[in-house]
């Protein structure tokens, strides 16, 4: 059962301005703690203009952009491995390289 669009979009935008609205409850803290200047009043007003603008340009964006479905991401997975080169050892028994072990005993440990 798909969810309603509508209860997507607010649930959308209430955790876009989530943060906007806790900038802007300490913000008023402020305010009323400075007894009302008008100084203070502005840069409330400035800020929680620059907040809500932030948080729209946030949303549009996430909005605008293009949904990759999962079979795209499938395929570009399997072409990267199909292109992806694989020398496989020729010579295991060549200089440098330490054989593998065979399965047995295990080793002693230094205590």
């Given at each position: 059962m798909s969810e309603d669009p509508v209860k997507r979009v607010l649930r959308t935008w209430a955790?876009?301005?989530r943060p906007?609205?806790?900038m802007l409850f300490l913000l008023v803290e402020t305010v009323l703690?400075?007894?009302g200047s008008l100084s203070a009043a502005v840069a409330l007003a400035a800020t929680a203009a620059a907040g809500s603008a932030l948080a729209l340009c946030s949303l549009l964006t996430a909005r605008c952009a293009p949904a990759v479905p999962r079979t795209r991401v499938r395929t570009a997975i399997r072409d990267r491995e199909q292109r992806t080169a694989f020398l496989p050892q020729r010579d295991p028994d060549a200089r440098g390289r330490t054989r593998?072990?065979?399965?047995?005993?295990?080793?002693?440990?230094?205590?």
């Amino acid at each position: 059962m798909s969810e309603d669009p509508v209860k997507r979009v607010l649930r959308t935008w209430a955790a876009a301005l989530r943060p906007a609205l806790l900038m802007l409850f300490l913000l008023v803290e402020t305010v009323l703690a400075d007894a009302g200047s008008l100084s203070a009043a502005v840069a409330l007003a400035a800020t929680a203009a620059a907040g809500s603008a932030l948080a729209l340009c946030s949303l549009l964006t996430a909005r605008c952009a293009p949904a990759v479905p999962r079979t795209r991401v499938r395929t570009a997975i399997r072409d990267r491995e199909q292109r992806t080169a694989f020398l496989p050892q020729r010579d295991p028994d060549a200089r440098g390289r330490t054989r593998p072990r065979a399965p047995g005993r295990p080793l002693l440990t230094a205590a």
